[in-house]
């Protein structure tokens, strides 16, 4: 099923919204660069479940596109890192952004495992 432009355009603005808040949530309750692995990971375990499952691409707009993309942040964690440099080191800085992508790429890989299983 091919989704119309203007639906698959709400479709990620829904999800996009949606994600923004819940990232927002997250970091009231979860402070510093642990927010962001804590964000990064969630949001790869659930596009790992939305891309193992067979969900059509009207759900895939809004949860993978929208609700994942937005909830999940690159940008804070270039900016964490690069902070991360400058007050602890290259080192330290080299380690949190592997940890991160090591948390990530896990919780995608886990996140379609179980999706795969259970559908």
């Known amino acids: 099923m091919t989704v119309q432009p203007l639906l698959a355009t709400a479709l990620v603005g829904v999800g996009g919204a949606l994600g ?15 927010s962001v692995l804590v964000v990064n990971a969630l949001g790869s375990f659930a596009l790992g479940a939305v891309s193992a499952a067979p969900i059509g691409s009207t759900a895939t707009l809004l949860l993978g ?16 890192t690069v902070r991360a440099a400058s007050e602890t080191g290259a080192r330290a800085a080299a380690g949190i952004a592997a940890s991160n992508l090591a948390a990530a790429l896990a919780a995608f890989l886990l996140g379609t495992l179980l999706t795969g299983r259970l559908l």
Not at 20 to 34: I, K, S, T
């Open 20 to 34: 923004a808040v819940f990232r927002h949530v997250v970091g009231l309750h979860v402070e510093g660069r642990r």
């Open 65 to 80: 596109v929208g609700f994942c993309g937005a909830f999940t942040t690159f940008s804070s964690f270039a900016v964490g």
